[in-house]
Nanobody, 119 residues
């Protein structure tokens, strides 16, 4: 499994960015995909998730109405459209997928992409 994020950068408050995560090494369309973020000194938190097939999405309360997760199964890519960015959105953003064994959840992570919101 390989997950490669891109699209981060420096943006002013109120601006937009679109993150991409290119996936390989597994049957992408069958698996849920998530975006997490981690700011310095804070725990990694779930930002948004989308089910395999894309029928259901979920969002952290802090990003609802501003962020949109989507997927293109033909391109094995998941996206995070981020609008009206705020300084508190500054973090490293990670792509994630997972599967369940009999006893635990096995996670896969990308290397992350940095998003900095600052004037």
């Amino acid at each position: 499994v390989q997950l490669v994020e891109s699209g981060g950068g420096l943006v002013q408050p109120g601006g937009s960015l679109r993150l991409s995560c290119a996936a390989s090494g597994f049957t992408f369309s069958s698996y849920a995909m998530n975006w997490y973020r981690q700011a310095p000194g804070k725990e990694r938190e779930l930002v948004a998730g989308i089910t395999g097939g894309g029928g259901v999405t979920n969002y952290a309360d802090s990003v609802k109405g501003r962020f949109t997760i989507s997927r293109d199964d033909a391109k094995n890519t998941v996206y995070l459209q981020m609008n009206n960015l705020k300084p508190e959105d500054t973090a490293r953003y990670y792509c994630n997928t997972y599967y369940w064994t009999d006893t635990s959840r096995r996670n896969y992570w990308g290397q992350g992409t940095q998003v900095t919101v600052s004037s």
